[in-house]
């Protein structure tokens, strides 16, 4: 098994910066993909950033040129800067990884439990 734990969520006002954390701990041989998700209060669930094992990323049109997405392989984390925030970024903010276990090809989606990001104007 694997755990994700998210931290660095919190209160912000508008125009101010959040930087988020994911670290992954358990049985893991290698992560692919690792990406952030949100989901705002009524809303579905929606990307933000993915990031490869390589390196290469996308994000969501709505946070290009505010959020950067990276990861330390060592650490097996993924990161989340978000800068120029905005209220309508309020959302709780959940991490993801592609897990192989072993040195068998297969992988195994885990999701992080969640932290709450709220922006105010």
């Known amino acids: 098994q694997v755990q994700l734990v998210e931290s660095g969520g919190g209160l912000v006002q508008a125009g101010g910066s959040l930087r988020l954390s994911c670290a992954a701990s358990g049985s893991i041989f290698s992560i692919n993909d690792m990406g952030w998700y949100r989901q705002a209060l009524g809303k579905q669930r929606e990307l933000v950033a993915r990031?490869?094992?390589?390196?290469?990323?996308n994000y969501a049109d709505s946070v290009k040129g505010r959020f950067t997405i990276s990861r330390d392989n060592a650490k097996n984390t993924v990161y989340l800067q978000m800068n120029s925030l905005k209220p309508e970024d309020t959302a709780v903010y959940y991490c993801?990884?592609?897990?192989?276990?072993?040195?068998?090809?297969?992988?195994?989606?885990?999701w992080g439990q969640g932290t709450q990001v709220t922006v105010s104007s």
């Open positions: 993801d990884a592609y897990v192989q276990h072993s040195r068998i090809r297969l992988w195994y989606h885990y």
């Open positions: 990031i490869g094992s390589g390196g290469s990323t």
